[in-house]
């Protein structure tokens, strides 16, 4: 049963409707609300003591550069950031995005029973939105079945860039890894520049995807 946000726990603008709750994770939540100003549903995710750790404010921020200027049917949207109001002091981020029914998880976990037209329709879409990230250099690296968002009409719409790099098309000489894989990397592409850092690119870390989704050769690093 969807769970309803108290009053004043959402710091959203009065455009914004928050209706109910739809997921939450180490991160913070993510509420169902209704845009008046577009007329339309939308996802709002609530970010909270996003500077409590540098690895993961890191991420929030490489997520969000990554995200706005990517612009695709089976890529997720961010339609807008709301401007905190103390930009000195704040400790909560509200990202608005595209909101869709389920995701594949939820969806193989239903009852729901899916013909092969059903599944090779929800592959298509899912590859074909993998070859955009490819090809604007974007390599996405937590690809499992809960980023993948789905709606009734079998799109795929894939989110949660938090692992995401930005990759140039000539690798530069790498240098070694850094600790946790977060440190001294600048992350770019053609037409996709995510601010970071101007120093020289290093080997990534192979310490990807969400563990119980990584291949055999990721988790021994060979």
């Not at 807008?80 to 704040?90: A, K, M, S």
């Not at 690798?171 to 996709?192: F, K, V, W, Y």
Request: positive net charge; glycine residues 4%; proline residues 6%.
């Amino acid at each position: 049963m969807p769970v309803i946000p108290k009053a004043g726990q959402w710091n959203v603008p009065p455009r914004y409707e928050v209706k109910s709750v739809i997921g939450s994770g180490s991160y913070g939540s993510v509420c169902e609300a209704h845009d008046r100003d577009k007329d339309r549903d939308v996802a709002i995710k609530r970010v909270k003591h996003m500077f409590d750790d540098l690895v993961d404010c890191k991420r929030i921020l490489r997520e969000t550069a990554i995200m706005t200027r990517l612009s695709h049917p089976h890529i997720v949207q961010i339609y807008d950031i709301v401007e905190p109001p103390h930009i000195r002091t704040f400790d909560e981020l509200y990202i608005v995005m595209e909101l869709c029914d389920s995701d594949m998880k939820k969806l193989i976990k239903t009852d729901v029973m899916l013909t092969p037209l059903h599944i090779n329709t929800l592959l298509y879409n899912l590859l074909v939105g993998l070859k955009y990230l490819h090809s604007a250099g974007i390599w996405h690296r937590d690809l499992k079945p809960a980023n993948c968002l789905v709606n009734s009409d079998c799109s795929v719409k894939i989110c949660d860039f938090g692992l995401s790099r930005a990759v140039s098309s000539v690798q530069q000489t790498p240098l070694p890894n850094t600790p946790r894989g977060e440190e001294n990397d600048q992350e770019q592409a053609t037409g996709l520049v995510v601010p970071h850092t101007a120093r020289a690119k290093r080997v990534m870390t192979r310490h990807v995807v969400t563990r119980w989704y990584r291949a055999p050769e990721l988790i021994l690093l060979q």
